[in-house]
């Protein structure tokens, strides 16, 4: 299959790039810069079915014209750079004009998505709560597509989708927080973020590519990870402490405050094991921070 690939140097995308090449499909990776398009060349030792383009997510003429050639579209660029409800909404827009220029195709288009927003038993088949973050709109809205004549799906990441390159914003933002309160924050001794190895992510996204149904969600879910725990071991690793932020001091914290109290205990990911075959087996969580050298966790926080 001849695959349109967003964000293919990425925490995620370059995941995804080599588990399309190595299953034998042919891709072309979109990518910001020549230093990009070198570095991800490298890394897939030039292999002769990956093709990069430079451009980003503003030249909708580039997106659109790929979208189409291509026989399926997995977007896992987005804009991190801007706060993240302006990325979102830009994520959206971006979904938008890919979905309609493939209306009527049949062709595959797969986005990433987020665990966040699913409540109730917390399933693949439970809708996202709208309103609850920007993204679970966008959600659903690819996953409608489907009666649009697209073959779409949404991947909802675990919270802290990682690798042992660069830190999860997520957790750098919550080192940088300590800037401001004293201590790396958690706010309750017992409620959990979801995790997963980037690795496992890049091989669901080419299985569902492969396999899905139209409309599918599915969940890049490994394990779950105490967020207490997180902050222990992120403050003894750079020398600070680790505390317990009072719930009223979490808006100081922007979008990371908003996301430090939430518990993901519910949530699940055993349909997409079975239904798919996906067996997670990357390294987990702690056990890359553990082993994280000094420079780790110096990465980006997101912007607030």
């Known amino acids: 299959m001849k695959v349109f690939l967003t964000g293919a140097n990425g925490r995620v995308g370059s995941h995804v790039l080599r588990h399309l090449l ?17 570095y991800i060349t490298s890394l897939v030792k030039n292999d002769p079915n990956f093709t990069t383009i430079v451009g980003d997510l503003s030249n909708h003429d580039l997106l659109v014209s790929n979208a189409k050639l291509h026989d399926g579209t ?24 890919i979905g ?10 797969i986005i990433s998505g987020v665990v966040a ?30 009666n649009k004549g697209v073959r779409s799906a949404t991947v909802r990441l675990a919270s802290v989708t990682h690798n042992k390159e660069s830190i999860h914003p997520f957790l750098g933002s919550m080192i940088a927080a300590a800037n401001k309160l004293g201590y790396i924050p958690y706010a309750s001794e017992d409620n959990y973020w ?38 222990e071991l992120l403050a003894r690793k750079t020398g600070k402490t680790a505390g317990k932020i009072p719930t009223e001091r979490l808006s100081e914290l922007g979008f990371i405050g908003n996301f430090l109290g939430s518990d993901q205990t519910h949530l ?4 997409t094991k079975k239904t798919f075959g996906w067996e997670p087996k990357g390294q987990t969580l702690l056990d890359e921070l553990e082993k994280a050298p000094k420079e780790y966790f110096e990465g980006a926080a997101f912007p607030s």
């Open 22 to 38: 190595a299953r034998g499909h042919s891709v072309t990776g979109l990518v910001r810069t020549p230093e990009g398009a070198s």
């Open 74 to 97: 997995i977007h896992c660029a987005m804009e991190h750079r801007s706060n993240p409800a302006q990325a979102a909404a830009h994520e959206r827009e971006i979904v938008q004009l």
């Open 100 to 109: 309609n220029a493939l209306e009527g195709t049949g062709k595959s288009f």
């Open 117 to 146: 927003p699913i409540g109730g038993n917390g399933d693949e088949q439970t809708e996202p709560t709208l309103g609850r973050i920007p993204r679970a709109t966008t959600d659903v809205e690819v996953r409608e597509l489907k």
């Open 194 to 231: 979801t995790a997963g190895h980037a690795d496992d992510a890049g091989l669901l996204f080419v299985l569902v590519l492969e396999k899905g149904q139209p409309g599918v969600a599915v969940h890049e879910i490994q394990e779950k990870v105490k967020v207490k725990d997180i902050a």
């Open 268 to 271: 699940s990911s055993e349909w």
